[in-house]
Nanobody
Framework: QVQLVESGGGSVQAGGSLKLSCAVS????????MGWIRQAPGKEREGVAA????????YYADSVKGRFTISQDNAKNMVYLQMNSLQPEDTAMYYC?????????????????????WGKGTQVTISS
């Protein structure tokens, strides 16, 4: 069984930064692919970043490319999302998700839909 616990959300002004953390526990082979997905009120979910932990291969949605950085610390079983130059449109609940493989990442819009493990989310609010 895999458990994911997000932290690091909060409220900042536009232009600010936040670093989200995802603590990962459970079967390591089930978490070869880690992703960050967000959902704003009244909007569809959006997969913002993913990382293949075995090869440090990363993916970013166009909306966050150049501003967000996904990273991992295998020794600590942590995955991070560094978010810079935050804008009000980044306001959302941010979820960490995990899967055995990164199926569809980069060429399927809803690549995260099949990921079996999800955290409960951490809220990010950006004020203008």
């Amino acid at each position: 069984q895999v458990q994911l616990v997000e932290s690091g959300g909060g409220s900042v002004q536009a232009g600010g930064s936040l670093k989200l953390s995802c603590a990962v526990s459970g079967e390591p082979y089930s978490t070869n692919c880690m992703g960050w997905i967000r959902q704003a009120p009244g909007k569809e979910r959006e997969g913002v970043a993913a990382i293949y932990t075995g090869g440090d291969i990363k993916y970013y949605a166009d909306s966050v490319k150049g501003r967000f950085t996904i990273s991992q610390d295998n020794a600590k079983n942590m995955v991070y999302l560094q978010m810079n130059s935050l804008q009000p449109e980044d306001t959302a609940m941010y979820y960490c998700a995990a899967a055995y493989r990164c199926a569809g990442v980069g060429y399927t819009e809803n690549w995260y839909a099949g990921m079996p493990y999800w955290g409960k989310g951490t809220q990010v609010t950006i004020s203008s």
